[in-house]
């Protein structure tokens, strides 16, 4: 069973970019969360989504944007680049509802720099 | 609020056990998880524990939850060299989202 993909593994962008990055959960896994992780603050939700619905939300700016498609493959995409961006954005897959839903699993993440 | 604490370091020799701690402020969580994660990796779920048990043992893995202290352990037996990386302690919010609230991770390192 394969695991959760996270595409492309690196990315360099250069500030005022925009980046897209792309997660494809486990087969059957029905919600995507991502998250940021930074030195300084360190891992943070940024957001979760289930059947193509954005279903919370972290504190973040608008900057920060994702989608979730009918294969439940998701993506994020992050407008406007500033060095602060610089990140390993990890998402993690879950079955998403039911009394099984008690287990979240990640990808290896994408390692985003910004210069 | 959500805020969970963790020690930054700890160090043990080779075949010692290791205590990893953790304080949550939510008592609303659901489950509580480790996490572990090795250099340029992602996250490895180790174990979880539900928010009504107070023990749980898996391998060379125990889990201890004290609700009333708002207080996670994990004590890895036995500890290996392959077990030096960063433990992340999470709890997982009430609500139907999965929503994880992550700590600043403990760094262990093993001496052989």
């Known amino acids: 069973k394969a695991g959760v993909t996270q595409t492309p593994r690196y990315l360099i962008k250069t500030r005022g970019q925009q980046v897209t990055l792309s997660c494809s959960p486990i087969s059957g896994h029905r919600s995507v969360s991502w998250y940021q992780q930074t030195p300084g603050q360190g891992l943070q939700f940024l957001f979760e989504?289930?059947?193509?619905?954005?279903?919370n939300k972290g504190n973040f700016p608008g900057r920060f944007s994702g989608r979730q498609f009918s294969n439940s493959r998701s993506e994020m995409n992050v407008s406007t680049l500033e060095l602060g961006d610089s990140a390993l954005y990890l998402c993690?897959?879950?079955?998403?509802?039911?009394?099984?839903?008690?287990?979240?699993?990640f990808g290896q993440g994408t390692r985003l720099t910004v210069v | 609020g959500e805020d969970v604490e963790q020690s930054l370091f700890l160090s043990v020799r080779e075949g010692d056990s290791s205590v990893i701690n953790c304080t949550y402020t939510d008592s609303s969580s659901t489950y509580l998880y480790w996490y572990k994660q090795e250099p340029g990796a992602g996250l490895q779920l180790l174990t979880y524990?539900?928010?009504?048990?107070d023990m749980k043992q898996d391998q060379r893995l125990t889990v201890l939850l004290n609700k009333k202290d708002k207080h996670l352990s994990l004590r890895i037996a036995d500890t290996q060299t392959g077990d030096s990386a960063i433990y992340f302690c999470?709890?997982?919010?009430?609500?139907?989202?999965?929503?994880?609230?992550f700590g600043s991770g403990t760094r262990l390192l093993v001496r052989p």
């Open positions: 999470a709890e997982k919010t009430r609500d139907s989202s999965y929503k994880l609230i």
């Open positions: 989504y289930f059947s193509e619905t954005q279903r």
């Open positions: 524990i539900f928010s009504n048990m």
């Open positions: 993690a897959s879950s079955l998403g509802v039911g009394s099984m839903n008690t287990e979240a699993f």
